[in-house]
């Protein structure tokens, strides 16, 4: 129990340095940016060029009941849907094949590739490449077509990897919180898996730490931007 609450509060410490540390850390992937949003819960969310942070289409459907407030309640609804599409045999526990799976076929970004989004329909193929995270799960194969379960809908799918991004850092560019893995971040027990409790535990933490003057609720407007939201407000200001 003492052991569970120290990690607990370690994990909390970290999650709030993290959305402190955003505004000062603007590193972001090389090469062009990409207009991609990663949950809290993992989810990612991608957008074409030239459109709206899809930070924004994230929020509207977390938002349920569209009061344009989302309450903790919602926000932990938002991400035990999520824990569903992940936990795919349903036991409770997201394995490292399931993690995998994630990585590789849900969110390739977490591995370091960069993908273009709606040049045309269809399901989209990623290429091998080096990876720097998971590199052998029984069953998983190397990335392929994106699961449409973990994302946008077909249509707005991504279709092929730009550069490869080896930085390792991950989904943090694209996210509220300095966590290269979201799903792996739920890990507190430091066994390899993610259990649901855990997972909706880091959920609460995220939820109280942007949720820094404890009103209950989040607003679009006072989301913090991801360091990738800051690059592209950046060069479409300067155009």
Partial sequence: MANSTVRLGAALLLAVYAVAARAQDDTVPQGPPANVFIAPSGKV??????QPYPVGDWFKAADTNADGKLDKAEFLA????????IDRNGDGVVSPIEMAF??????????????????????????????WRIQSAGGIDRPGSIDPGGGPSADDLPHKPQKLDESGA????????????PVAAADLSFRGLVSRADYMKLAAIHFDTLDHEHKGYLTLATLPETPMQRRLDHGRRHR
């Fill in 45 to 50: 969310f991608r957008a074409k060029e030239g």
């Fill in 78 to 85: 938002d991400a035990a849907t999520f824990f569903k599409v």
């Fill in 102 to 131: 994630y990585e590789q076929r849900i969110a390739p970004e977490v591995l370091g590739y960069r993908v273009e989004v709606g040049l045309r329909g269809g399901v989209p193929a990623l290429r091998p490449a080096l990876l």
């Fill in 170 to 181: 991950g989904a943090s560019p694209f996210s509220f919180f300095d966590e290269p893995e």
